[in-house]
């Protein structure tokens, strides 16, 4: 018999249905007891999936007990270090098989407070994505170094214009995606990691015509363990925003001149 002592979930999320939050986890064993704790305290009707990448330091075996101690949690193990956007997509391929009505990411080393999300799942009822947004008005980012917040500014100002995306925090990871929006969306062709998988999702759902609103959060720095921010992540990110900035470009020159002989320019 499982024994807890967190309120059980409900039926689901009002206005949303049934929700379950994708944790991805690499050497996060002192973080990911306390995240799935904070989450079942600040929106007990959502269910968590850690879905672990092998972890050396038995992050996958401490989320073996959360999960045997609590009905609403749930371990996926991976067979390796495979990145944040492969680990999101089995997340989201879980989550689909098993009906789920909406999808939320979530980092597993606290920077996205569980606190924020029932004002997330809120703004869900009524919108197909929801950014747990650092760069709109009422937002707070905390303990991040100056070179940190012009890196995380400026890239999103170049993904914005780039892209013609209506969105401040394009990079931004703590999200919801409604069941409808994934299925709309090619995820298969998606193969980006880090900050241009959020990107290259965002873009996939703002050209399927969801409607996408940014929430305010507050976002700290990591407490404890390693980021796993590099450099390269960041080169790919500027480097798949530029080719589908080029790709989009064409494609609009292409339907501009289509257009223009048969009398219906599309330009966007």
């Not at 305290?41 to 999960?67: C, F, K, M, Y």
């Not at 407070?113 to 937002?139: F, N």
């Not at 100056?146 to 500014?153: D, G, I, Q, T, V």
């Not at 404890?224 to 064409?250: F, H, N, Q, Y």
């Amino acid at each position: 018999m499982r024994r807890t002592d967190i309120r059980p979930a409900a039926t689901g999320v009002p206005g949303v249905g049934r929700v379950l939050v994708v944790i991805p986890t690499y050497n996060e064993a002192d973080n990911v007891g306390a995240i799935v704790r904070r989450v079942r305290g600040a929106a007990p009707q959502v269910e968590i999936l850690v879905a672990d990448d092998n972890s050396p330091d038995g992050t996958g075996r401490v989320a073996e007990g959360l999960a045997r101690a609590d009905g609403h949690v749930h371990v996926l193990h991976r067979e390796g270090k495979q990145g944040l956007g492969a680990a999101y997509l089995a997340g989201f391929a879980w989550a689909r098989k098993r009906g789920y009505d909406a999808v939320v990411e979530m980092d597993a080393d606290g920077s996205h407070a569980p606190e924020d999300l029932p004002a997330l799942l809120a703004a869900a009822r009524h919108a197909d994505v929801v950014i747990g947004s650092r760069w709109t008005r009422g937002a707070r980012v905390l303990n991040w170094p100056l070179r940190r917040l012009l890196l995380s500014r400026c890239g999103n100002l170049y993904a914005r214009l780039a892209l013609g995306m209506p969105v401040a925090d394009a990079t931004g990871g703590y999200r919801v995606y409604r069941a409808g929006v994934l299925d709309a969306v090619d995820l298969e062709s998606v193969c980006s990691q880090g900050y241009s998988f959020q990107v290259e999702l965002s873009r996939l759902a703002h050209r399927a015509g969801a409607r996408i609103v940014e929430v305010p959060i507050t976002f700290a720095e990591r407490e404890r363990g390693d980021s796993k921010m590099s450099p390269l992540i960041v080169a790919e990110a500027l480097w798949r925003i530029t080719g589908w900035a080029v790709r989009d470009r064409r494609t609009a020159v292409r339907q501009g001149w289509q257009g223009a002989t048969t009398g219906r320019a599309r330009w966007p």
